[in-house]
């Protein structure tokens, strides 16, 4: 089949000769994929059953828009589209920023990125202070460029102009900010000191790439792309050692001159889907049916090079040459050996297009209205070649009105079939050669089909109300606002719920960063004095007072404590200390429809029955049992959620043990 790829510029108009590429890519791409995904869901066959071949990748993501807007899944060949993808040029940016301080470009692409989410109003005045310094100096989690740079992230927050538009939609950009400089400096001191397999881990944990990119859309090709790129990475690392420079180059080369790499697929993906290719990768490869798209388009034009040999020039004989630009008296000899070698490279891959094809072919081209007369040996393009079929009819341009009278097809005296891909639109069904059959519903049918779409949409609205994801503590939620509220106003003073949020997200983060191996004494004093610290740094100065007495109360129970020394006890049995958790909703299960998300604080194993043991650490005012229960039955459903994903991530026969360290009360709460 020939597919004229003419645009129409409305439903009611004829098709025109396209002379916009864009118009016409995108006339063809829709055509292509309409086409494709007729033939999968009415004559079902399977997507790995057809090929679509590219003499060139320029306007290959207009066709992967249309195959991603039809539902086609599809395999993309080695392309340069791997290295544009965002989250690749993304994770690029981060890795360079961590193991190249000075990289202040992949500093700022990391610190824009989603992950950190720094907004540009910001990032203007961060950087007129000593913000970019006291990155480039950051070394680790201890240093003390870190508590200045996260100061100075508060600080701009503060002082940002709340009228700069869409600050608003962006509350609390500093938290992420923050969060994103703290692990940038953990990843340094990880990248000097871990090996790479313990580096890359800590990475994805650490900054959850995954997760974020797999909650966008096509989100897992996008995980499909950061596994291949994060396992390369690993594999860079192990093999050039210390070679930091050549990874570097390697990252930027990669990026910046986005070398073709093949994209990532998601398993399930691989099994059954559309193969995308250039030509030249297609070659040995058979598909039931193949389009060859862009039949039209025409090399760019080479322009001569500054410096140039004859390759078939032999030492010892007279060489033809340009020399900064200008040629020797023979050149043009080289050139003309090149145009043949050219032309015969054009008939040669257009044969490998036009031999892929088992049952079917499409030829889709920007036709002209009449073809040209040129010799075949001045071809540029596959349609320059194909002018020259004896059989073809005498001008495409005649072809529309037949075509729009006769089912949108025409048969040539060769039994090729001419189809206009801007005529698609119009009528789908009359474009495949089917007929139109009005058909009515006996009403009893209708009316209960109509019942049924009533109850459908009811639950449909219900599930669309809920949100994608949400935390592991979010049926507690309300309830636990409603009793910090009430906490805050009678131990901290009133409007005092930050300072005491504050208090219990630095008191995790002591436990989190507690160097197990150091002496306790030391360690202690080390942490104690970073907890009082960056109270400043998240507490409003008229909460400061509050918060700091609160947390100057909160270190001396936990120091005089028994869950402190029972923390230090376990070192030996630690599994981990805040694991990112995702876990998918059960069936008729309430709350997010996507996932559950948190982070277990301590998970260990218990030296008595070798049990996996998850806790969670409580810096909630209560003291007395029945105040313990009650707080206790508030965190219930998040301790089940906990104790699911450990079980299902573990493949344990049965529930993992949970505990409610409650450290005001100094005491351990474990659920009958």
């Not at 993808?85 to 824009?112: G, K, M, Q, T, Y």
């Not at 950190?116 to 240093?143: H, Y």
């Not at 596994?227 to 990026?255: H, K, W, Y």
């Not at 080479?302 to 050149?331: C, H, M, S």
Request: negative net charge; proline residues 6%; aromatic residues 6%.
């Amino acid at each position: 089949e020939y597919w004229i790829s003419w645009p129409r510029p409305d439903e009611s108009s004829t098709p025109v000769p396209g002379s916009k590429v864009d118009e016409v890519a995108e006339c063809e791409a829709a055509a292509i994929a309409r086409d494709i995904r007729h033939l999968h869901d009415e004559v079902d066959m399977a997507w790995s059953d057809f090929g679509l071949l590219l003499r060139a990748t320029t306007h290959l993501e207009t066709y992967l828009d249309a195959f991603r807007d039809h539902g086609l899944p599809f395999v993309v060949g080695s392309s340069k589209q791997y290295y544009r993808r965002r989250e690749i040029i993304e994770a690029s940016a981060l890795v360079r920023a961590i193991i190249h301080p000075v990289d202040h470009v992949a500093l700022v692409a990391f610190l824009r990125s989603a992950t950190a989410g720094l907004p540009d109003a910001a990032l203007l005045r961060l950087w007129g202070s000593d913000f970019p310094a006291l990155l480039t100096e950051l070394t680790g989690p201890g240093a003390a460029e870190l508590d200045q740079a996260l100061g100075l992230v508060e600080t701009v927050a503060h002082e940002l102009d709340e009228s700069i538009p869409g600050i608003d939609s962006i509350e609390d950009w500093q938290i992420s900010v923050q969060e994103a400089v703290a692990n940038l400096a953990l990843l340094r001191q990880s990248f000097r000191q871990d090996p790479p397999d313990r580096f890359v881990e800590l990475l994805r944990r650490r900054l959850l790439f995954d997760v974020t990119e797999a909650a966008r859309y096509l989100g897992h090709y996008r995980l499909a792309n950061l596994e291949r790129f994060f396992r390369q990475l690993e594999t860079s690392l192990e093999e050039r050692g210390g070679d930091i420079q050549a990874i570097l180059r390697t990252l930027r080369r990669s990026v910046a001159e986005a070398e073709e790499e093949k994209e990532a697929l998601p398993e399930d993906a691989v099994v059954d889907a559309v193969r995308v290719m250039t030509i030249h990768g297609a070659k040995g490869l058979q598909f039931r049916h193949v389009y060859l798209a862009q039949a039209h388009a025409s090399p760019p034009p080479k322009r001569r090079q500054a410096v140039d040999l004859d390759p078939r020039w032999i030492p010892g004989e007279p060489a033809e040459y340009v020399l900064l630009g200008n040629p020797t008296l023979g050149f043009h000899q080289v050139d003309e050996h090149r145009r043949r070698v050219e032309s015969a490279e054009l008939v040669r891959t257009l044969y490998v297009a036009m031999t892929r094809a088992e049952d079917r072919l499409v030829v889709a081209g920007n036709w002209p209205e009449e073809l040209p007369e040129s010799p075949p040996e001045r071809a540029r393009t596959y349609l320059d070649l194909l002018s020259h079929r004896s059989d073809l009819p005498a001008s495409p341009g005649r072809l529309v009105a037949g075509c729009l009278e006769d089912d949108k097809a025409f048969q040539d005296a060769g039994f090729a079939r001419w189809r206009f891909s801007g005529l698609e639109r119009a009528n789908g069904e009359a474009a495949r050669g089917g007929e139109q059959v009005s058909r009515s519903i006996p009403l009893q049918i209708a009316q209960t089909d109509s019942r049924t779409l009533s109850e459908h949409s009811l639950a449909a609205g219900h599930r669309m109300a809920r949100p994608f994801q949400g935390p592991m503590s979010a049926d507690a939620g309300a309830r636990l606002a409603r009793l910090l509220d009430e906490e805050s106003e009678s131990t901290a003073g009133p409007g005092q719920r930050q300072g005491v949020r504050a208090v219990g997200e630095l008191v995790h983060r002591l436990f989190e960063t507690w160097n197990l191996e150091e002496r306790p004494e030391d360690e202690w004093k080390r942490r104690q004095k970073r907890l009082l610290a960056g109270l400043s740094a998240m507490v409003p100065e008229h909460e400061l007072s509050a918060a700091t007495e609160r947390a100057t109360k909160l270190l001396e129970r936990i120091d005089s404590g028994e869950l402190l020394k029972r923390f230090i006890e376990l070192r030996q049995t630690v599994l981990g200390r805040e694991i990112p958790v995702l876990l998918s909703p059960q069936d008729g299960e309430e709350g997010p429809v996507g996932f559950h998300s948190g982070a277990i604080d301590l998970l260990y194993r218990d030296p008595e029955t070798g049990l996996p043991v998850i806790v969670d650490f409580k810096t909630d005012r209560v003291e007395t049992d029945e105040d313990l229960g009650a707080r206790a039955a508030v965190y219930a459903s998040q301790e089940d959620l906990y104790a699911r994903a450990v079980q299902r991530a573990m493949n344990l026969e049965t529930r993992p043990g949970t505990e409610l360290w409650f450290l005001w009360a100094d005491r351990r709460y474990t659920r009958p």
